[in-house]
């Protein structure tokens, strides 16, 4: 029993030494809260580092806090058995402009190296779209987080920053019961904005593609 407890605290301090590790190494992208209520617009800090450790080694920019002269929207996939993707539209001069990463490791483990980058600027008319379904989302009216949780699966992050405010979503398997949990407006945003990335590979978790393009 002794020799357990012996272990036990030896891995959980090799944990610990680990965070430390990677959370000197990475940028933090995220507001973080530790309390158990979890303030709206925040996150963990556990969730924090692991979200930061993919936007970091996708060279992203953080958004947080925000900036009154910006208009950004980003919207980061983790699949756990899956590519990590994020695709990021920026409002410059009256067109958004999207920036997009896919790299080859795994959301719920090591993130890799980038895969593929792009960058296009969206067209009148998809400006236009994309701003439409951003006004139906109403993301800064939303809780961060909705009242499904999972270990597994992949996880959903959507930051917006735009007046000055600065917001996220914090999303498990938003194809789960998607109208159910008031989703839609969501995975809508999500999709149009990996149809309009220009990435070579859609977001998929154990295979299984998660954005089925339309």
């Not at 996708?58 to 899956?82: D, H, N, Q």
């Not at 999972?150 to 938003?174: P, R, T």
Request: one cysteine or more.
């Amino acid at each position: 029993m002794k020799n357990l407890l012996r272990t036990l605290l030896v891995l959980f301090a090799a944990n610990l030494g680990f965070a430390d590790e990677a959370s000197e190494k990475t940028t933090i992208y995220f507001p973080v809260t530790k309390d158990t209520e979890r303030k709206n617009g925040s996150i963990s800090e556990f969730e924090s580092e692991w979200y930061s450790k993919h936007l970091s080694a996708m060279g992203e920019p953080s958004l947080s806090p925000a900036k009154k002269e910006v208009t950004t929207y980003r919207f980061l996939i983790l699949p756990t058995w899956g590519h990590p993707v994020s695709v990021r539209a920026e409002l410059s001069g009256e067109l958004f402009k999207l920036t997009s990463c896919r790299l080859d490791g795994q959301g719920g483990y090591d993130p890799g190296k980038v895969a593929e980058r792009h960058e296009v600027t969206l067209s009148k008319a998809d400006t236009a779209k994309l701003s439409k379904l951003l006004d139906v989302l109403k993301m800064f009216e939303r809780p961060t987080e909705d009242t499904e949780s999972g270990m597994d699966g992949d996880q959903w992050i959507f930051e917006g920053v735009s007046g000055g405010k600065y917001h996220i979503l914090n999303i498990w398997c938003a194809v789960e019961d998607t109208k159910k949990r008031g989703l839609e407006p969501f995975v809508q945003v999500c999709q149009f904005l990996i149809t309009q990335s220009k990435l070579n590979e859609r977001p998929k978790n154990i295979g299984d593609e998660l954005l089925q393009a339309k």
